[in-house]
């Protein structure tokens, strides 16, 4: 089998530009486009951007780390590129679907592959109902805002949220608020990978609220409905010793 045609990218920093000079001088390779294989160099804001770039064509992506974060990343080595990514591990990712609704009657549509949030636009809090698969299962939190995280996105924004690390493969997505104000004690829940949420506005003219899926910021919103895309599906590459199942698995046993 002939090895896999390579293309690269890099995020805008000194690192990154340096490892990707060095990379291309080092191995052949050929425009995103024309690719088997995709190598990202950053961190993990520049993973997601790639994927989002070559959702359509669902080419596999190999990132290796060269930012700050790099939880979705390889480590970075410049040799044996090759042989690494023919011999790696392959995860497929799904993402949310989020349909948007604007005050002024607009909707918009885009795909999250960590998550979609929603967050309050002014100093006040923002009220929030609560439906899922059509039934309210809250009817009015009040809040600095609320998620819905993949498994995958489950380390991001969801964890710092203090919501729930969820295993690859669980086919679950959790449900985070932020900030809760009422009720007090709610802390999120866990649902089926195929449930359909929708978050209604309360007061939506006096507190605005924006709803974000990973890149793409929709202002000023009165309902959102999101769920997961599986029409939809991305391919990430790691290396066997480090695959995206083990590093999530550990994260839950952090100090």
Known sequence: MPPPRLAFTAADTPAAREALASLERRYPHVPAEDADVIVALGGDGLLLETLHRHMRRRVPIFGMNRGTVGFLMNSFSEDGLVERVSAADTVTLHPLRMVAETLD?????????????LLRETGQSAKIRIRVDDVVRLEELVCDGVLVSTPAG???????????????????LALTPISAFR???????????????????????????????????????????????????????????????????????QP
């Not at 009657?105 to 949030?117: F, K, P, Q």
């Not at 991001?156 to 203090?162: P, T, V």
């Open 183 to 253: 009720p007090r004690r709610w802390r999120g829940a866990l649902l089926p990978h195929d449930a359909r949420v929708r978050f209604e506005i309360l007061e939506a003219d006096k507190r605005p609220v924006a709803a974000v899926a990973d890149f793409t910021e929709v202002r000023d919103v009165v309902a959102v409905d999101v769920h997961e895309d599986r029409t939809t599906a991305m391919t990430l590459l790691f290396d066997h010793e480090s695959n995206l199942a083990e590093r999530i698995l550990k994260e839950q046993f």
């Open 154 to 172: 489950s380390t991001a924004y969801n964890l710092s949220a203090h919501g729930p690390i969820i295993p690859l493969g669980a086919e679950v």
């Open 105 to 117: 009657g607009a909707r918009r549509d885009a795909l999250a592959i960590n998550e979609v949030s």
